[in-house]
């Protein structure tokens, strides 16, 4: 299986904590994404890091991609209750014609 | 982005009935997709549906069993058919505009077969 792995597979914090969650894969890919379901609704795109990026910022999101180590992580500063979900990283594997291949999925609760 | 109304929300069903779920897209896109995730699990696409075309079905998944229709670029259909309990999942559909492979999802369809 292509599927990436995602640690920790749960995270419990406090309000105002950092969030970090980390995302290994297998072969060589396009892009990385991060994407956050709430209670078992529709998934929400966070970021997308290229192959040959090595960092992206989104507001409170940092998103650092090793391509040797085929390894991501996610960084949610100053996490609020509201962050309360489940994270997934995804991948677009080189030749895989725009489709994604989803992680198991972190749960991450902050606690108020 | 795109906003993606997926119907119905949610459903129990008979075993060995069939149940069609809808996902309408407020603008035209090239591909949609179908995800399967069961409870507490990642999601595992299905399919990938292309307007014109038939469904590319991903390993483990066959037409008779989810059949799907893309009649055009904004609406898809996905059937369940001949449902057993070991189909009680959500499914999700998604749409992947052509510019950038970001894919926007509906918000699920919560399926439970008794």
């Known amino acids: 299986s292509q599927q990436g792995e995602e640690d920790p597979q749960a995270l419990s914090i406090q309000e105002g904590e950092n969030a970090t969650m980390n995302c290994s894969y297998k072969?060589?890919?396009?892009?990385l994404q991060w994407y956050r379901q709430n209670s078992g609704r529709g998934l929400v795109h966070l970021i997308l890091?290229?192959?040959?990026?090595r960092e992206k910022h989104s507001g409170r999101l940092r998103v650092t991609l090793d391509t040797s180590k085929k390894s991501s992580s996610l960084l949610i500063t100053a996490s609020r209750a509201a962050d309360t979900a489940s994270y997934f990283c995804?991948?677009?594997?080189?030749?895989?014609?725009?489709?994604?291949?989803f992680g198991k999925g972190i749960t991450l609760s902050v606690r108020p | 982005s795109a906003v993606i109304s997926q119907k119905p929300s949610r459903d129990i069903c008979q075993r060995g009935t069939s149940l069609t779920i809808q996902c309408q897209v407020d603008?035209?896109?090239?591909?949609m997709f179908w995800y399967r995730q069961q409870p507490g699990q990642s999601l595992t696409l299905i399919a990938t549906?292309?307007?014109?075309?038939?469904?590319?079905?991903e390993s483990g998944f066959v037409i008779d069993k989810f059949p799907i229709s893309r009649p055009n670029l904004t609406f898809s259909t996905l059937t369940v058919s001949n449902m057993s309990p070991e189909d009680s999942s959500i499914y999700l559909c998604?749409?992947?505009?052509?510019?950038?492979?970001?894919?926007?999802f509906g918000a699920g369809t919560r399926l439970s077969v008794l």
């Open positions: 998604s749409v992947g505009p052509s510019s950038i492979n970001i894919q926007y």
């Open positions: 549906a292309n307007q014109g075309s038939e469904a590319t079905y």
């Open positions: 072969t060589s890919i396009n892009n």
């Open positions: 890091i290229r192959s040959n990026e």
């Open positions: 995804a991948t677009e594997y080189t030749g895989a014609n725009s489709k994604l291949t």
């Open positions: 603008s035209q896109v090239t591909m």
